[in-house]
């Protein structure tokens, strides 16, 4: 499978670098700087999965320069989502499916409105990466999950084909019928976890130890589960326990991309995510007091 990988940061450097461990054509589709990294220090992924290297990873900074691509990975934070729409055009105008796994839930259909219903899968994953200074990944996690699967019904066989080739790869994951359920079970889940980690500026560990502090965690996914079923998309209370679950597991020192990216004064992701929950909920008139005082707390930091 031709795959093409929008962002080679730590989520796409990361997956790309398993699907050319799979035997993938994998090609980096990146901008001037990354470019200049990745050809002074290739790809290295350090990993409890196994450790993989790239010493020539192929990129391209023009999407002129791909002949081909049967997928296109969008692996671009939120708010560099809109800027990838023209090389993604072009990709799709040629055959590609889109699947975007970046967190949120409003790229979606922001891709469908301007690429075509058809052209959009649906993707999320489930992983702790980071680049170092020398843009290699740290993949700190004991899971990588891929999940993905059709959001119409005329993407069930690429969804098939990303499935087989999965099976060939380190990746764990799998293809649903349920994506736009996972989509927002995920959503919540990051809402919660990214709202309290960087509001607290503090790794799960302490969080969890906080009877208050845990209530607010609570607070924030009832508020998603509200507004997913004003979406008409049921998250049930079992999933609520679920997300709970994944929290209690987490080791101590765990923490949030968003709350990685405030550690590195990097932009936030927090207009994507939960002024994007509170957007969806004034268009449905539900209210999210805790997610907007989660809002309200984050949002100056969001270009520290
Ligand atoms: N990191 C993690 O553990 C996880 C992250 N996620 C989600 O995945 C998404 C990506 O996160 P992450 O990988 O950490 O982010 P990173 O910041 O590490 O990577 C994003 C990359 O996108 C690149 N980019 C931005 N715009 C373009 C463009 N137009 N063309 C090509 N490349 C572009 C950036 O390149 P440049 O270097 O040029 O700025 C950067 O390398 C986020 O939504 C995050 O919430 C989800 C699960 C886990
Ligand atoms: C919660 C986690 C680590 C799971 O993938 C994530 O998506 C993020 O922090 O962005």
Redesign the pocket.
């Known amino acids: 499978m031709d795959i093409v990988i ?7 450097a990361y997956f790309g670098s398993r699907f050319h461990e799979g035997g993938a054509n994998v090609t980096f ?3 001037e ?2 470019a200049k990294q990745l050809k002074t220090k290739g790809i290295k992924v350090a990993s409890p999965k196994g450790d993989y290297r790239i010493d020539n990873p192929k990129y391209v900074t023009d999407v002129t320069e791909i002949s081909h691509a049967d997928l296109v990975l969008v ?4 708010y ?1 989502v809109q ?2 729409i023209n ?1 993604l055009k072009s990709l799709t105008e040629n055959g590609a499916y889109v699947l975007p ?4 839930i409003e790229h979606v259909s922001m891709l469908q409105d301007q690429l075509g219903k058809d052209s959009v899968l649906g993707g999320l ?7 170092n200074e020398d843009g290699h990944v740290i993949h700190s996690s004991d899971f990588d999950n891929l999940i993905f699967g059709p959001l119409e019904p005329t993407q069930t066989t690429i969804c098939k084909e990303l499935d087989e080739l999965l099976k060939k790869t380190n990746i764990s994951g799998n293809n649903t019928d349920a994506i736009l359920t996972e989509l927002w079970k995920k959503y919540m889940f ?1 809402n919660a976890f990214s709202g309290i980690t960087t509001a607290t500026n503090l790794s799960i560990g302490p969080i969890r130890k906080e009877a208050e502090t845990i209530r607010i965690v609570d607070m924030l996914l009832h508020e998603m589960q509200t507004l997913a079923k004003a979406y008409k998309v049921k998250i049930t209370e079992e999933d609520v326990e679920e997300a709970k679950n994944k929290l209690r597991g987490l080791p101590d020192e765990a923490t949030s ?2 709350h ?1 990216d405030l550690r590195k004064g ?1 932009t936030l ?1 927090v207009d ?1 995510l939960h002024g994007g929950a509170i957007r969806l909920a004034k268009a449905v008139g539900v209210e999210m007091p805790y997610t907007e005082t989660i809002y309200g707390v984050i949002k100056p930091f969001e270009n520290a």
């Open positions: 929008i962002g080679a940061g730590a989520l796409g589709l990146v901008r700087g990354r692996c671009v934070k939120g560099h800027g990838t090389d796994i970046l967190n949120g994953s489930f992983i702790i990466a980071t680049l990051i991309s968003m990685q990097m992701e994507h």
